[in-house]
């Protein structure tokens, strides 16, 4: 069997240093065998990937890459309580929120780039519930920021 941290190797893909939290919070945070992150935004070495509203400044395919690098970050702050990327067990619960321009309704193919990347790192143990959840901005005019429950 593959194991989560060989999978993410053969995608290309290294873990980035868990983000800075903005304010007054923590990355992650364990409650019994759960491990809960803070919303993540796609960051990479410390700026965001994108800005903007989805489907007015960016565009759905540059949202879904954006919520892969959002997941990304939200893996690595999950693996750092963890103890590892290999000491989580499966994906629990999968949370996308989507800086929409009104008329858009396209936030569950955006959220898509999440949950596929977790599927690919995780094999089966990444398959989840999840929620796509449209919103007028999040923190930075980032367009996507995601949370996980993973469980460990």
Do not use: C, W
């Not at 240093?17 to 803070?38: D, E, K």
């Not at 919303?39 to 700026?47: E, K, N, S, Y």
């Not at 007015?56 to 990327?85: C, F, K, Q, Y």
């Amino acid at each position: 069997m593959t194991s989560a941290s060989q999978r993410l190797a053969d995608l290309g893909l290294e873990l980035p240093p868990v983000a800075t939290p903005l304010a007054a919070y923590v990355p992650a945070l364990a409650v019994g065998s759960l491990i809960h992150t803070s919303g993540q935004l796609p960051t990479r070495d410390g700026a965001l990937v994108a800005t903007g509203k989805v489907g007015t400044e960016v565009s759905p395919d540059e949202a879904a890459a954006a919520a892969r690098v959002a997941a990304l970050n939200a893996v690595a702050a999950a693996a750092a309580i963890a103890g590892g990327l290999d000491a989580i067990a499966r994906v629990v619960k999968v949370v996308v929120f989507v800086a929409s321009a009104p008329e858009f309704t396209g936030q569950p193919t955006v959220a898509n780039g999440a949950s596929e990347l977790l599927q690919q790192v995780f094999g089966e143990a990444g398959t989840h519930v999840r929620s796509a959840v449209g919103v007028s901005v999040l923190p930075l005019d980032a367009p996507v920021e995601v949370e996980l429950v993973v469980e460990a």
